[in-house]
T-cell receptor, first 111, second 120 residues
Framework: TQLLEQSPQFLSIQEGENLTVYCNSSSVFSSLQWYRQEPGEGPVLLVTVVTGGEVKKLKRLTFQFGDARKDSSLHITAAQPGDTGLYLCAGYKAAGNKLTFGGGTRVLVKP | DTEVTQTPKHLVMGMTNKKSLKCEQHMGHRAMYWYKQKAKKPPELMFVYSYEKLSINESVPSRFSPECPNSSLLNLHLHALQPEDSALYLC???????????????????FGPGTRLTVL
């Protein structure tokens, strides 16, 4: 059982459409990171969120950390083919020193 | 600079070979990690080094042997691997607050580009 559940597992959209990826847990996380990974490459950090209710924007990407710090979302506006990749959420639990990963969401943006 | 480098990029080895993967960071981070990632799966933690000492071994088989020669370098020595060990091996690093304590919860891990390992 994944401690962090990501949904959907796969998303295929046309260029210009919006998309949202969800990361949910029954556990409290003291911080949560979002990464984007391309095939054969390492995950690249997009953002770290640490405060419940926090919203961070990175150009067309908007990240939200739930008030209870149990869930997070990533919203992409006007997706582009360059947004294609595997999106991973990962978090540190309130007690613990290991990073827990979600199962990943594979995003395909078609031109 | 948030760069973690890994060499080689690709490695093909036989089951009787001995090889090593290398990882380097110059961010002053004192925690370094090895992960294994199979296709279409998230990374799985293998080892954690904190202040050059092994702090976590996730029950990894002894054919994988980590080494941390100094605070900037992390090696993974490979011997007598099996074909099912073929995967992307990722190194990561993060800041450590102080010796002997668990990592601060807010520490962000920065990943290297990985080594694609194929065991024949």
């Amino acid at each position: 059982t994944q401690l962090l559940e990501q949904s959907p597992q796969f998303l295929s959209i046309q260029e210009g459409e919006n998309l949202t990826v969800y990361c949910n847990s029954s556990s409290v996380f003291s911080s949560l990171q979002w990464y984007r990974q391309e095939p054969g490459e390492g995950p690249v950090l997009l953002v770290t969120v640490v405060t419940g209710g926090e919203v961070k924007k990175l150009k067309r990407l908007t990240f939200q950390f739930g008030d209870a710090r149990k869930d997070s979302s990533l919203h992409i506006t006007a997706a582009q083919p360059g947004d294609t990749g595997l999106y991973l959420c990962a978090g540190y639990k309130a007690a613990g020193n290991k990073l827990t990963f979600g199962g990943g969401t594979r995003v395909l943006v078609k031109p | 600079d948030t760069e973690v480098t890994q060499t080689p990029k690709h490695l093909v080895m036989g089951m009787t070979n001995k090889k090593s993967l290398k990882c380097e960071q110059h961010m002053g981070h004192r925690a370094m990690y090895w992960y294994k990632q199979k296709a279409k799966k998230p990374p799985e933690l293998m080892f954690v080094y904190s202040y050059e000492k092994l702090s976590i071994n996730e029950s990894v088989p002894s054919r994988f042997s980590p080494e941390c020669p100094n605070s900037s370098l992390l090696n993974l020595h490979l011997h007598a691997l099996q074909p099912e060990d073929s995967a992307l091996y990722l190194c990561a690093s993060s800041r450590v607050a102080s010796s002997g304590r668990t990592l601060e919860a807010k520490d962000t891990q920065y990943f290297g580009p990985g080594t694609r390992l194929t065991v024949l």
